[in-house]
Structure formats: C-alpha cells, structure tokens
C-alpha cells in the first residue's frame, strides 16, 4: 500500500479485517519489520486514542515513532501556492513536507476542517498538499472528511461482536453542544458500505451529510423506526453540512438512552460527552463496547502500517 488516506486505499476489506484479528491475537508477529524505520506523527489537533494507539502500532511493528503538535509547537505552515508570506506563516509545506520526509518513513497526518469553508475542507487542503510535497507515505489520522483509521476499526469490531451473519447497524445523530466534523461519520458510513450488514442512517431534518457518500444507503429521519431491531447503534454528532458547519438542533430527545438502545451494542469513536451524546446508563452498562473499539484503533493502525511497511521500496 503506498498511502492509507481512505477506506478505498483498501482493496480487499474483509480480508484486511481478518487479518487486523490476526494481528490482534498476534501483535508482536510482525515486530522485526519495521525496525530501524521512523514514523513520524503530526497533529493540528487534539487526540488521545489516535496519538497514543498509532504509536502502540508501529511500536508492535518494531518501527520508531516520533511526534509533533505541529499547530502549537511547529512554524506556521502555509499551504497556499504563490502567496507572499508577509503575515503569520513562516514557512511554506513545500519545504515542511520535505524536510520531515527525509526524518520520517512514513508520516502520519491529523488535520480537521476550518467547518467554515466547505470548499476548502472538500479539497483536502492539509492533507492532499502533505500527499503532494512529502516523498513518503501519508496515513490519514482524521482528516477534513475522512477518519479511516476509525472506519477501518469499527468494521474490525463489529465482525468481531456480531451474532448473525447480517447485523443490522445503526448510525445514529446525536446533540452535541460544538459544531463537529463530518469525518467520521463519512468513514464510518464508507467501511459499512463495504460490509455485508443492513445499514441505515438516522439524523434530524437539515442534518443530511454529503449525497455522494450516502449513496443508495437509506436515510430514516425518525429515530425510533431506524433503530427498531438494532445489532449495533454507532453514535456520532456532526454539524450540518448543507447550512455548512452550523449547529441546527441540540435536541436531547436524539440522546442515545438505554430503553432506546434495547438489545443493540453501542459504539462511539469517542471522545464522548456523557448525557448529551449518550446517557451514563449505556456507557456504564455491557451494552457498550466503546472501550473495546478503541483497543482496535491499535490494530487498524498495526495492519495499515505493515502494508506500507511491506511496500516501502
Ligand atoms: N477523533 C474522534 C473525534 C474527533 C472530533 N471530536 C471532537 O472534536 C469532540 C470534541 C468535544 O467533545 O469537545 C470529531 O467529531 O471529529
Ligand atoms: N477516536 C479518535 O480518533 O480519538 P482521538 O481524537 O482521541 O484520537
């Protein structure tokens, strides 16, 4: 694999799933691969699991991370081409991109929307430009629209927990008090498009994402309905992106509750806000399998890794 930026870098996924659970009943398999080679992270943003289950991963491939806050830490990074850099950014991503490429074998990139400019979060600025002017692999760590480390993961967890063949799963809506991106609910939505499982998708009116991910997926507007009969209910607030990056309802009757879960598993990327997202009666309950999903973040990350190991000339 030459990049992992989405869940389409990925060619067979139920065979990258099962062999994600190989890596997890095996995770020291592979530890000699990647010896002497360096991962380099950079984060715009905040992480706790992505920051830390990254660097398990190439720790368990036997590889060298290193990390950097780039948004507090690094020079203000310009992406514009032609710009003249009279104002706050001291240096250009052409010369960023390759200067840590000569540090790094593979680099990893964590970069959320602006949530203000549609067209420039659907361009991928941060993260095509890192693809554009690094000589090394780029993995995606959530990205303006994508998070298909996360994706990737939630797949691996629900072929891991499911009872029948065809789960029926569940993306649910729920209030939030911050405008959020989309970006995972988009991965989310691509793995179980790659799935065998009776998917639906269940949000408020104006809270419809992008036409050209959902695709044939069915979209329910009442809540109820869409989770009657649920396997598993996978939870996630996003900002509207039709009335772009704007918070349209806070309605806590969207708020994941145990009477409204029944038999279902939940699940959440987290970090979660407890009784605005989901209720403390879910999360505390067997119900949730939000901790084991994030143990899986490692074994995303392990499996994306070693392909790129495996690839790297
Ligand atoms: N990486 C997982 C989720 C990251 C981000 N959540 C957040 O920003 C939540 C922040 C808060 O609750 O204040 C998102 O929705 O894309
Ligand atoms: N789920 C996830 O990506 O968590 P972090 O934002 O903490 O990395």
Redesign the pocket.
Known sequence: MKKYTNISDIKNFSKAIQEALHLKKNPLEFSELGKNKTLGLLFFN??????LSTQKAALNLGMNPIVMNVSGDAWGIEFEDGTVMNTSTAEHIKEAAAVVSQYCDIIAV?AFPTLTDKAKDESEQVLSSFVKYASVPIVN??SATA?P??GFTDAITITEHKKVNKPKVVLSWAPHVKALPHA?ANSFIHAMQSMDVDFVITHPEGYDLNPKIIGNTPVIYNQGEALKDADFVYTKNWSAYNDYGKVLNTNTNWTITKEKLGAAKFMH???VRRNVVVEDAVLDSNSSIVIEQ?NN?TFAAQWVLKKILEDLK
């Open positions: 905040s992480s706790l699991r992505t920051r964590r760590m959530e998070h480390l996360q995972v990327c987290l970090p994030a973040r």
